[in-house]
């Protein structure tokens, strides 16, 4: 399965089972948009794609503090859209 299926799929399966803010998948899916068809970003990609499967609502709260939370998640949007907008130009 290629790399851009794989996001939206993982995004897809934490909107459903791990409460992913709608806000945040809208950002993934606009991504994968940019990026059909092409390869490029693709360790990035990769790395959301972790991060997105790790995802839990309630990360870092925990005894062991293990997990993703939105603001980690969100970060590696902001950097994965930076890289884009300065690819874009």
Do not use: C
Request: charged content about 25%; cysteine-free; overall charge negative.
């Amino acid at each position: 399965m290629p790399l851009l299926d794989k996001l939206i799929a993982a995004t897809l399966t934490a909107q459903q089972e791990d409460d992913l803010p709608d806000f945040l998948a809208e950002r993934i899916f606009a991504v994968a948009k940019l990026l059909r068809g092409r390869k490029i970003l693709q360790a990035e990609i990769g790395e959301l794609i972790e991060q997105v499967v790790l995802y839990d609502n309630y990360a870092q709260t925990g005894y062991i503090g293990m997990g993703v939370n939105h603001l980690i998640l969100e970060k590696t949007i902001q950097r994965l859209e930076e890289k884009i907008r300065q690819i874009s130009k």
